[in-house]
């Protein structure tokens, strides 16, 4: 059984339409991620919530935010999606620091 | 450092044979190393891992060696299969505060019969 899940799979929005994906777990970890991975590359942390604290990395747009209501749900928005933006979300969890991330399998985000 | 290529290094490997992918990681801090798989389409797989006060770990069919005095990170499979072609990717766990990992720039394994 997926213990972390991505919904929708594939989600396609209009340039600068919001856009929210969603990640949930099973796993009840402490620490929930969100990378972006664009075609043939490596994926790039965005930012980590570890419980509530919300860790933002340096070089991650302002348009992109995070949201944690509870420890099984954690939310992307993209609040004026642009046509780079178009590229595989991954939610990733770890039980704590230092210890293995557990991957979805993303959504892919197209704009048109 | 951050991965940035566009085109993914290739091992071309026939079933059966032993495959080898290496890495070469950014920071001689680092603390705990990880190999993901990545298949198309999906997310990537934990693999194994292995930490800094180890030089070598074994799994199933899979061995993961460290070499800390060149920063050097490898992934042996033994009798490949074509099952396990996919893009690996190593990562780096980056002692700073908290768990970031910082991937490598992967490599596509293509096995064939």
């Known amino acids: ?112 | 450092g951050e991965s940035v290529g566009l085109h993914l290094p290739t091992l071309s490997v026939q079933e059966g044979d032993n495959s080898i992918i290496n890495c070469a990681y950014s920071n001689s801090a680092s603390d705990y190393f990880i190999w993901y798989k990545q298949e198309s389409g999906k997310g990537p797989q934990f693999i194994i891992d292995i930490r800094s006060n180890m030089d070598k770990r074994q799994g199933q069919r899979v061995t993961v060696l460290l070499n800390k005095t060149v920063k050097h990170l490898s992934l042996q499979i033994a009798a490949t299969q074509p099952g396990d072609s996919a893009v690996y990717f190593c990562a780096e766990n980056f002692v700073g505060g908290y768990n970031k990992l910082i991937f490598g720039a992967g490599t596509r394994l293509a096995v064939h019969p």
Not at chain 1, 4 to 19: E, L, S
Not at chain 1, 33 to 42: D, T
């Open chain 1, 1 to 112: 059984d997926a213990m972390v899940i991505q919904n929708p799979r594939y989600q396609v929005t209009q340039f600068g339409k919001p856009v929210t994906l969603s990640c949930s777990q099973t796993l009840n970890h402490n620490v929930m991620y969100w990378y972006q991975q664009k075609s043939s590359q490596a994926p790039k942390l965005l930012f980590h919530y570890y419980d509530k604290d919300f860790n933002n990395e340096a070089d991650t747009p302002d348009n992109f935010q995070s949201r944690r209501p509870n420890t099984s749900f954690c939310f992307l928005d993209i609040r004026s999606p642009g046509l780079g933006d178009a590229a595989m979300y991954l939610c990733a969890t770890s039980r704590d620091k230092n210890q293995p991330q557990h991957f979805g399998d993303g959504t892919r985000l197209s704009i048109l």
